[in-house]
């Protein structure tokens, strides 16, 4: 009896630690693929703050332009 109640406590150790380890290695895969999409927010927020600034530049120089062109006419 002894024995067997030694195995199964051997059997359900084993089992906690593969379950602890299953749920590390699941934590850093979704922990790698949050830190992942955040990057990839971040570089998105700085291209559309990038083209917007372009944005606005280009349409001060077609406002420039325009006014040229209204002068020369």
């Known amino acids: 009896m002894?024995?067997?109640e030694e195995r199964k406590n051997l059997h359900?150790?084993?089992l906690m630690k593969n379950h602890e380890e299953a749920f590390a290695e699941l934590k850093n895969y979704y922990n790698e693929i949050t830190r992942d999409n955040i990057k990839l927010i971040k570089e998105h927020r700085n291209e559309i703050k990038r083209i917007n600034e372009e944005s606005?530049?280009?349409k001060k120089?077609?406002?420039?332009?325009r006014n040229a062109n209204n002068e020369l006419k």
């Open 2 to 4: 002894h024995e067997l």
């Open 12 to 14: 359900i150790n084993e």
């Open 56 to 58: 606005e530049k280009n």
């Open 61 to 65: 120089k077609i406002l420039e332009l």
